[in-house]
């Protein structure tokens, strides 16, 4: 299916839900999770980003979200995110749905963001469970820690943790009600984001993804548009 199909699509619809990965922040340098450029030390993020591995060793996930904050402190928003906010301005109903942690769309100017996976600039004490803002890059001192004494985690979700109450509800109610659902730079394979995908299409929307390469849900979606989204996105909105 053609990019001009996919944009008929997108322009006619008054209900639009857009979810993004790692992908989307690619170009302003953010590295991904998976694939090309994606490993950290060699560890998978599925080593990493677990409740285990941060009671096993807090110091060694400290140091690499440390080095992501490095990588997303420099960053900005690209072409690709400033279609989102363009999009949302066109439409009555719009919802992004988004994977990341970066706070890239915040920056591109995306006004209703439903963050699934937290906040790479939030933390959280283990200890007594308050959560504040810390934007320090690099940290002084790994791992940190709340003023109370406990040890203090990265305002995100792990793999094995729910997500924030009541997100996901809002995430499949926005894609239920979408007649159009763009997929933007994920390599769908994290659940339950991923899901949003042949939710989408069980509901009857048209569903579009931007990707490097195909995915997993490439054979079901209605257009597969294969480039770089800070590329393809102003091209589609
Ligand atoms: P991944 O790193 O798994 O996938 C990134 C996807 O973006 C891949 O499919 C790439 O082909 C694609 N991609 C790369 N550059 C692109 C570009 N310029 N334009 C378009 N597409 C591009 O990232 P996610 O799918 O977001 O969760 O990963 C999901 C979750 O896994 C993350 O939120 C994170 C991770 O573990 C947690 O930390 C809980």
Known sequence: ???????????????????TG?????????PVFRGAGGLWKDYRPEDLATPEAFARDPRLVWEWYNWRREAIRQAKPNAGHAALVRLEIQKPRFTLITQNVDGLHDMAGSGRI??????????????CGSNWPDRRVPLPK?????????LARPGVVWFGEPLPE???????HATLEAQVLL?????????PAAGLIPLAKQAGARVIQVNLEPTPYSGIVDCALEGPAGEILPRLI
């Open 22 to 30: 790692a992908g989307i922040s690619a170009e302003s340098g953010v």
């Open 183 to 191: 997929v933007v730079g994920t390599s769908a394979q994290v659940y």
């Open 166 to 172: 009541g997100m996901m509800r809002e995430a499949e």
């Open 114 to 127: 439903l963050k699934l996976h937290g906040d790479i600039w939030r933390m959280r004490c283990t200890s």
């Open 1 to 19: 299916m053609s990019l001009e199909q996919a944009r008929e699509w997108l322009g006619s619809a008054t209900a639009v839900a857009v979810l």
């Open 142 to 150: 790994l791992p940190p820690h709340c003023g109370c004494g406990g």
